[in-house]
């Protein structure tokens, strides 16, 4: 039905008003889901979900098995937004379908069906159950007959889970019939099957069902099982009690379990497998000892038949079924909202898979779809011709096949409005050069479509050969030039309106490039400029970019090399200190508004080789080496030479060897390094240089060892001597394990006194040892013998050293010193003299005497020693306590050990000198002296007796201090230099010199006479330096 046109004029204007408001129809967020509520459940309400969103809000309604829920009238019905809540759920009433409808003012849409069920299970019938009597090694089925019940689970889990389950009880609850290949409880009927009844399963069997909804379980009455008493079963052929149906559907992604057991005697033993002959895949599990195959995410390959066979000695028997695959609608391709012009077409698909194949229905606004001449449905496909406002609605597709069915929502607004450029406006400015193509763009927004026509300035645009009109409105104009620069104006019209939009077309010159970059070769650390300067039209602005090998240069990262110079038209780059990274393609791209001109150059690094690779010992003896190795990175300079380099142990870093060829070029990778020390564990390392200079060295060969052979370095500083009586000592420096040429090293000493020709040798097997000790009694006192040291290792031999003369251990003395005296020098000190002793050659050389010394109250064995070099013939014992006295001894001492003690002397130190300072030193001066007063100084009893003062002076200038002595408690200095002195007084005892006055500074000598003590005196801060100075001084007589 046409509208008229102040309906279309109405219903475009709510359209543009629609538009502003963003109104929008139902879309469902939650849908109600399929529920169970279980019967007697302590919950006395169930809710079922429905929200929507839209604008406006929409407003929800709710239908049960197709009919209308009026919540105002049945108050066990409530709605809570869109959730619709039963209150008392009660399974006569609410037991159904529920559907939920969402509306606002554009449209309605439905949900999918949600199934409501009620889920209980009642007692068995309280009767008793007659017995089963049965022979020995016959089979038999004991029946459970469930009570009433329901709970059936509702799609989409109807195939996964079982409503009801089954056990059974052996005479006493917990007592649980065990399943095995003999006994078998089936989850289909119920039933317990035993295969051969044994003696042992005479008793009470009662059946046990559990509700896997609602977790109730319910007892059977018992079924007493008596063997019969005319005798046992004969052996007879498998007989199959329970089977699958010979048609079985199966969902997909669903579980299949198909279960299979037979009677008979021997118990049969239970084989599966598919008619058609092919493996079983992995996924499919035998249960309960083969009575059950199960077929978990069953798919359509799963599909077929499947055979059970039963079989023992007696015969077998065959049970066969077909698994027929189904799917539910699954979508496709669902509808998605669609906004159109009035008078226009629509093409609405929908498609889903589904087995069997799915059938469609559409709804309207909640209803079925009326279908017309314009309106048509074919293969799920919606189409309606010439649209008019009134087909605006919520639509739904349903796809559905006996196994389901699935909804697919969405809004169809079919609109009319006059042409807007409001939302679509057109660019006020386009920018091309000269020659280019440009497509001026004319959009409105328009129902139906607008029509347009285009003006520059006041002329109307013509189609020419150069110019032609698009068909969405727009303008093209190829190889542009300056004259087609102006205003354009589009104006669209359709029969509600219409509308016009403007814009400015700019044609420019093109960019040029005058001054680009070319190729360059450079060399590491140089600094270049790659030019980049353009040419380009004045009312453009224009950009440089530079890329290295494809990537964005970043000059604030890398700008410690690189950096962007020159004017406005020009975009150098300059690189400084340039690496073997920077190597590569470089782009400089030049861009406008309206166009980009670019220009490559290639920049070459030329630097030190870089590391040689694969550096390999090919062959090694005992002192040379052939290497080879592989070119590494020449950086773009060819590599000149090679040099190798080798580490030990023992060497202090790598070191340059000797090679052959000496000089190795650059198209050499071998060489042989002689030289080399046999025994010894090396590394080598290859060096390349070219032009630039010498690069990385290689990564280190992997160490090998030269070969053993004959050692060619004797030990040097060959000497000895020294040692205890009939001893020769021969003392050498160990050869460096780099020269001991192999293992197994030693050593061969080689000694005979002197004159003699014969040779006594002997091996000292370590190779770090030092020494060699002869002992034997026959070996006379310091006499002379000639000696060599040679080597040996497992190759042979080496040289001897050079012959050099050694000493015998010298003879102890026998003599003790004579004339020991002793006396004290202060209250710490004593001096303890001595005569010489008579020496013999058998003693060698004397090194000297040795002062025991200990205190009255001390022991002998406890004592101190001191020790004089040479001929000496006193020492001085210091650091000794005050007044006590000492014993002492001396004796004389060699190489070959000490002689005896001489007879021991005594002396006692003197006592300590006073404690007292001088105090109340006095001073006055005059231009030329200084004249000092102290008082005396009283020792007490325990101290020593003064015998007299010293005088301490120096200058302010000077460290160098100078002593007066004096015995009187007075002094005169004559001091010729001006100049501040500092001054200290001590008084003298036999004990060593007393404690020391206060310092004094006395100024420096003026004009005026002064005078101090020691209670005017300043800090005194010595100083370095020294002066000499003439001093004079007169001793006051009191």
């Known amino acids: 039905m046409m509208l008229s046109w102040k309906q279309l004029i109405l219903l475009s204007f709510i359209g543009c008003l629609a538009g502003e408001l963003l109104l929008q129809g139902p879309v469902f967020i939650k849908e109600p889901s399929n529920s169970i509520f279980p019967v007697g459940s302590e919950d006395k309400k169930i809710t079922l979900n429905c929200e929507a969103r839209g604008n406006p809000s929409p407003r929800y309604r709710w239908q049960l098995?197709?009919?209308?829920?009026?919540?105002?009238?049945?108050?066990?019905?409530?709605?809570?937004?869109?959730?619709?809540?039963?209150?008392?759920?009660?399974?006569?009433?609410?037991?159904?379908?529920?559907?939920?409808?969402?509306?606002?003012?554009?449209?309605?849409?439905?949900?999918?069906?949600?199934?409501?069920?009620?889920?209980?299970?009642?007692?068995?019938?309280?009767?008793?159950?007659?017995?089963?009597?049965v022979r020995e090694g016959q089979g038999v089925v004991l029946l459970c007959g469930p009570p009433l019940h329901s709970g059936v689970i509702p799609e989409p889990w109807k195939e996964k889970i079982q409503k009801l389950s089954y056990a059974w009880v052996f005479n006493e609850y917990p007592s649980f019939v065990e399943e095995d290949s003999r006994r078998f409880v089936s989850q289909e009927t119920?039933?317990?099957?035993?295969?051969?009844?044994?003696?042992?399963?005479?008793?009470?069997?009662?059946?046990?069902?559990?509700?896997?909804?609602?977790?109730?379980?319910?007892?059977?009455?018992?079924?007493?099982?008596?063997?019969?008493?005319?005798g046992v079963m004969g052996e007879y052929e498998p007989k199959i009690e329970v089977q699958f149906p010979e048609t079985l559907p199966a969902a997909k992604g669903s579980t299949v379990k198909l279960e299979c057991f037979a009677l008979g005697n021997p118990v049969p033993q239970i084989n599966w497998k598919r008619s058609d002959g092919m493996p079983f895949p992995n996924k499919i599990k035998l249960r309960k000892f083969s009575a059950v195959l199960e077929i978990p995410n069953f798919q359509q390959e799963d599909a077929g038949s499947y055979e059970c066979i039963a079989e023992n000695s007696r015969g077998k028997n065959v049970a066969r079924g077909r698994l027929t695959y189904y799917a539910k609608p699954h979508w496709v391709h669902l509808i998605k909202d669609v906004e159109i012009a009035?008078?226009?077409?629509?093409?609405?698909?929908?498609?889903?898979?589904?087995?069997?194949?799915?059938?469609?229905?559409?709804?309207?606004?909640?209803?079925?779809?009326?279908?017309?001449?314009?309106?048509?449905?074919?293969?799920?496909?919606?189409?309606?011709?010439?649209?008019?406002?009134?087909?605006?609605?919520?639509?739904?597709?349903?796809?559905?096949?006996?196994?389901?069915?699935?909804?697919?929502?969405?809004?169809?607004?079919?609109?009319?409005?006059?042409?807007?450029?409001?939302?679509?406006?057109?660019?006020?400015?386009?920018?091309?050069?000269?020659g280019s193509l440009v497509n001026l763009d004319c959009k409105p927004r328009a129902s139906p479509r607008a029509l347009s026509f285009w003006t520059k300035g006041d002329m109307m645009v013509q189609e020419h050969a150069r110019i032609s009109f698009l068909n969405d409105g727009g303008l093209k104009i190829m190889n542009v030039t300056k004259a087609d620069g102006g205003i354009y104006t589009c104006?669209?019209?359709?029969?509600?309106?219409?509308?016009?939009?403007?814009?400015?077309?700019?044609?420019?010159?093109?960019?040029?490039?005058?001054?680009?970059?070319?190729?360059?070769?450079?060399?590491?650390?140089?600094?270049?400029?790659?030019?980049?300067?353009?040419?380009?039209?004045?009312?453009?602005?224009?950009?440089?970019?530079?890329?290295?090998?494809?990537?964005?240069?970043?000059?604030?990262?890398?700008?410690?090399?690189?950096?962007?110079?020159?004017?406005?038209?020009?975009?150098?780059?300059?690189?400084?200190?340039?690496?073997?990274?920077?190597?590569?393609?470089?782009?400089?791209?030049?861009?406008?508004?309206?166009?980009?001109?670019?220009?490559?150059?290639?920049?070459?690094?030329?630097?030190?080789?870089?590391?040689?690779?694969?550096?390999?010992?090919?062959?090694?003896?005992?002192?040379?080496?052939?290497?080879?190795?592989?070119?590494?990175?020449?950086?773009?300079?060819?590599?000149?030479?090679?040099?190798?380099?080798?580490?030990?142990?023992?060497?202090?870093?790598?070191?340059?060897?000797?090679?052959?060829?000496?000089?190795?070029?650059?198209m050499t990778h071998t060489a042989t390094v002689v030289e080399l020390n046999p025994w010894v564990e090396y590394e080598f390392r290859v060096v390349a240089s070219n032009k630039i200079g010498g690069g990385e060295p290689s990564l280190p060969s992997e160490k090998v060892r030269t070969e053993e052979a004959v050692p060619e370095v004797p030990p040097s500083e060959v000497s000895g001597g020294g040692g205890s009586r009939s001893e020769l000592v021969i003392t050498w420096d160990p050869v460096p394990e780099e020269l001991q040429n192999g293992g197994g090293f030693g050593y061969v000493v080689a000694f005979r006194p002197l004159g003699v020709t014969t040779w006594i040798q002997t091996v000292v097997t370590s190779p770090d040892s030092p020494r060699y000790v002869f002992r034997n009694e026959s070996i006379m006192p310091f006499s002379p013998y000639e000696v060599k040291v040679g080597v040996y290792n497992n190759?042979?031999?080496?040289?001897?050293?050079?012959?050099?003369?050694?000493?015998?251990?010298?003879?102890?003395?026998?003599?003790?010193?004579?004339?020991?005296?002793?006396?004290?020098?202060?209250?710490?000190e004593i001096e303890v003299s001595w005569n010489t002793i008579p020496w013999k050659l058998s003693n060698g050389h004397l090194l000297g005497y040795e002062v025991r010394y200990w205190n009255n109250g001390g022991e002998e064995e406890s004592s101190s020693k001191v020790k004089v070099a040479g001929n000496q013939t006193s020492a001085t014992l210091r650091g000794l306590k005050s007044n006590l006295e000492y014993y002492t001894a001396v004796r004389a001492y060699?190489?070959?050990?000490?002689?005896?003690?001489?007879?021991?002397?005594?002396?006692?130190?003197?006592?300590?000198?006073?404690?007292?300072?001088?105090?109340?030193?006095?001073?006055?001066?005059?231009?030329?002296?200084?004249?000092?007063?102290?008082?005396?100084?009283?020792?007490?009893?325990?101290?020593?007796?003064?015998?007299?003062?010293?005088?301490?002076?120096?200058?302010?200038?000077?460290?160098?201090?100078?002593?007066?002595?004096?015995?009187?408690?007075?002094?005169?200095?004559l001091l010729p230099i001006k100049e501040d002195y500092i001054i200290e007084v001590k008084a003298t005892t036999d004990g060593g010199d007393g404690t020391s006055s206060e310092q004094i500074r006395i100024p420096r000598i003026t004009s005026m006479d002064a005078r101090g003590s020691t209670s005017a005196i300043s800090n005194v801060h010595p100083m370095s330096g020294y002066i000499s100075i003439v001093l004079f001084f007169i001793v006051n007589t009191l």
């Open 491 to 666: 104006t669209a019209e359709n029969q509600f309106g219409k509308a016009n939009g403007t814009t400015h077309l700019v044609v420019t010159e093109p960019t040029r490039i005058i001054l680009a970059p070319s190729n360059m070769d450079v060399s590491v650390g140089e600094s270049v400029i790659l030019p980049c300067q353009v040419q380009h039209d004045p009312l453009l602005d224009i950009m440089f970019t530079w890329y290295f090998n494809g990537a964005l240069t970043d000059f604030k990262k890398d700008g410690s090399h690189f950096e962007k110079v020159g004017g406005s038209s020009s975009g150098d780059l300059m690189i400084r200190n340039i690496q073997l990274k920077h190597s590569g393609k470089y782009v400089c791209m030049v861009q406008s508004g309206v166009d980009s001109v670019s220009s490559a150059a290639e920049l070459i690094v030329r630097g030190s080789p870089g590391p040689p690779e694969n550096v390999k010992v090919d062959e090694i003896t005992d002192t040379t080496a052939q290497l080879s190795w592989k070119e590494g990175a020449d950086n773009h300079s060819p590599v000149i030479s090679y040099a190798i380099q080798a580490r030990t142990p023992f060497s202090v870093g790598w070191q340059t060897v000797t090679t052959v060829p000496e000089a190795i070029d650059g």
């Open 894 to 973: 060699n190489s070959a050990g000490t002689g005896p003690f001489s007879a021991t002397v005594n002396v006692t130190t003197k006592k300590t000198p006073p404690s007292q300072p001088p105090g109340n030193v006095v001073w006055n001066t005059t231009d030329t002296k200084v004249l000092l007063n102290w008082e005396q100084v009283k020792a007490m009893e325990n101290e020593s007796e003064v015998t007299g003062y010293k005088v301490f002076y120096r200058t302010s200038s000077q460290n160098n201090v100078q002593v007066l002595n004096t015995n009187k408690t007075s002094a005169e200095l």
């Open 342 to 434: 009035v008078e226009d077409n629509l093409y609405w698909e929908c498609r889903a898979t589904g087995k069997p194949k799915p059938s469609y229905r559409w709804l309207k606004n909640g209803e079925a779809l009326v279908l017309e001449e314009r309106i048509q449905i074919e293969n799920g496909a919606l189409t309606i011709s010439n649209l008019n406002v009134s087909d605006s609605g919520m639509f739904q597709c349903i796809a559905e096949n006996k196994h389901g069915l699935i909804y697919s929502s969405a809004e169809l607004k079919v609109v009319a409005s006059a042409p807007d450029f409001s939302r679509n406006p057109m660019k006020k400015l386009v920018q091309v050069q000269v």
């Open 795 to 828: 190759k042979g031999e080496g040289p001897f050293s050079p012959v050099t003369t050694v000493f015998s251990a010298e003879e102890e003395p026998t003599v003790a010193p004579s004339q020991i005296s002793a006396h004290s020098l202060s209250s710490s």
């Open 65 to 133: 098995n197709g009919s209308d829920i009026d919540t105002s009238v049945d108050h066990r019905y409530r709605l809570n937004g869109g959730n619709l809540i039963v209150i008392n759920p009660n399974r006569n009433w609410d037991t159904g379908s529920y559907q939920c409808f969402a509306t606002n003012s554009l449209g309605t849409i439905v949900s999918r069906e949600a199934k409501l069920q009620f889920a209980y299970l009642e007692n068995f019938k309280t009767r008793m159950r007659s017995p089963v009597s």
């Open 190 to 230: 119920g039933h317990l099957y035993i295969a051969k009844v044994e003696p042992s399963d005479v008793g009470n069997y009662t059946c046990v069902v559990t509700s896997t909804v609602t977790n109730a379980r319910v007892l059977g009455s018992p079924t007493p099982l008596v063997l019969r008493a005319d």
